[in-house]
């Protein structure tokens, strides 16, 4: 079992930036691939960026590419969600999960944080 707490969300302008942290408990923290997602009001959750045990495998949604930075610290059992250049559509409740395998597939993620919101202003 893990447990996941997200927290730095806030209201910023565009073109600012914010870290997002997920602190996590529970065991094997740092065999599970962990992932950020997103949702918008009335859209799906989707995919934002993932990050693998060791650190070495990381993806990205294309509209994140350049602007955001996965990170993680396996010994605070702590991954990080770093975005720059923020959007207003980069508006959303931000979650953090983990999962067993390397995948940007968010039915594949057994756990969940309960979300922290982010919100752009133009």
């Known amino acids: 079992q893990v447990q996941l707490v997200e927290s730095g969300g806030g209201l910023v302008q565009a073109g600012d930036s914010l870290r997002l942290s997920c602190a996590a408990s529970?065991?094997?923290?740092?065999?599970?691939?962990m992932g950020w997602f997103r949702q918008a009001p009335g859209k799906e959750r989707e995919f934002v960026a993932a990050?693998?045990?060791?650190?070495?495998?990381?993806h990205y949604v294309d509209s994140v590419k350049g602007r955001f930075t996965i990170s993680r610290d396996n010994a605070k059992n702590t991954v990080y969600l770093q975005m720059n250049s923020l959007k207003p559509e980069d508006t959303a409740v931000y979650y953090c999960?983990?999962?067993?395998?390397?995948?940007?597939?968010?039915?594949?993620?057994?756990?969940w944080g309960q979300g922290t919101q982010v919100t752009v202003s133009s």
């Open positions: 999960a983990a999962a067993r395998v390397m995948t940007i597939r968010k039915e594949m993620y057994d756990y």
């Open positions: 529970g065991r094997s923290f740092s065999s599970y691939t």
């Open positions: 990050i693998s045990w060791s650190g070495d495998n990381i």
